[in-house]
């Protein structure tokens, strides 16, 4: 299994920034996606879920009607559209994957090296 993320940088408050994952290495189109974010000294956050079939998407309150998850399973790749972005969306985003259940959200067991994310006010 291998995820790639990208797509992060600087943004000031209120911009936008779309983050890419590219998976590899299983059937990426049978599996949930999960992204979670980590800022330092803070706790692992789950942001947003997909579900393999894509019909189900989960949200953490904190982004919810800002960000939107969303796949490609022809180009195995996921991806973070993030809008209005606030000074606490700052962190490191992982995009991950549960290998052990096709249908998990939430949970997971291999993730990316992460992208920054960094929001200025």
């Known amino acids: 299994v291998q995820l790639v993320e990208s797509g992060g940088g600087l943004v000031q408050a209120g911009g936008s920034l779309r983050l890419s994952c590219t998976a590899s290495?299983?059937?990426?189109?049978?599996?949930?996606m999960t992204w979670f974010r980590q800022a330092p000294g803070k706790e692992r956050e789950a942001v947003s879920c997909?579900?393999?079939?894509?019909?189900?998407?989960l949200y953490a309150d904190s982004v919810k009607g800002r960000f939107t998850i969303s796949r490609g399973d022809a180009k195995g790749t996921l991806y973070l559209q993030m809008n209005n972005l606030k000074p606490e969306d700052t962190a490191v985003y992982y995009c991950?994957?549960?290998?052990?259940?096709?249908?998990?959200?939430?949970?997971?067991?291999?993730w990316g090296q992460g992208t920054q994310v960094t929001v200025s006010s």
């Open positions: 290495g299983f059937s990426f189109d049978k599996y949930a």
């Open positions: 997909i579900s393999r079939d894509d019909e189900t998407t």
């Open positions: 991950a994957v549960d290998s052990l259940r096709t249908s998990s959200c939430w949970r997971y067991d291999y």
